[in-house]
């Protein structure tokens, strides 16, 4: 779906006129009653993110509140290159200090390790062939190795010293 440059400044005439940024939170004044309604305390959806819908299209509230401090920002570009990225990874925290633009690569590289690894280290593995921990990364869909290691540690400070200088670019 194309978004014309008209969609973008109508979406950014809305969120100057409909809505307002305080104390955190996002609110959104209810048409009837004129009462400001807070969107931050919604619940969010089954992906952990609030919702929002908007002249009938549904907007991720972080992106909303990126919007909304970052007038010149694409709501509508859902390329790989534009993902609001929670620095925190607390998908709740929608403060704006908390919120940053990141390719898909760096977003999927700030999470959090999942639950069934081997390893208590996120990109650390246990290769069974081989007898050895193996540290890996992956950088824009391709896994690379970092190393074989005895040592389990060994294997989560190699991960932790090229992931936290992959990280710094995005800061």
Not at 7 to 34: A, T, V
Not at 80 to 86: A, G, L, R, S
Not at 97 to 103: A, F, K, Q, S
Request: net charge positive; glycine share 6%.
């Amino acid at each position: 779906m194309k978004t014309s440059i008209q969609d973008i400044n109508k979406m950014r005439n809305i969120l100057n006129h409909e809505f307002k940024y305080e104390d955190d939170k996002l609110y959104k004044i209810h048409k009837q009653s004129k009462k400001w309604i807070c969107l931050s305390n919604n619940k969010p959806g089954t992906r952990g993110y609030i919702q929002i819908r908007i002249n009938g299209r549904t907007y991720s509230l972080h992106r909303l509140i990126y919007l909304y401090h970052n007038h010149k920002w694409n709501i509508h570009d859902i390329s790989p290159e534009n993902e609001i990225d929670h620095d925190d990874r607390v998908k709740g925290n929608n403060k704006i200090e908390n919120l940053r633009i990141i390719d898909n690569s760096g977003n999927n590289r700030n999470k959090d390790k999942r639950p069934n690894c081997s390893s208590i280290y996120k990109g650390v593995y246990w290769d069974k062939r081989m007898n050895k921990w193996i540290a890996r990364i992956s950088i824009n869909g391709k896994k690379i190795i970092l190393g074989y290691f005895d040592d389990e540690n060994e294997a989560g400070l190699m991960y932790l010293a090229v992931y936290e200088e992959i990280m710094e670019q995005y800061e």
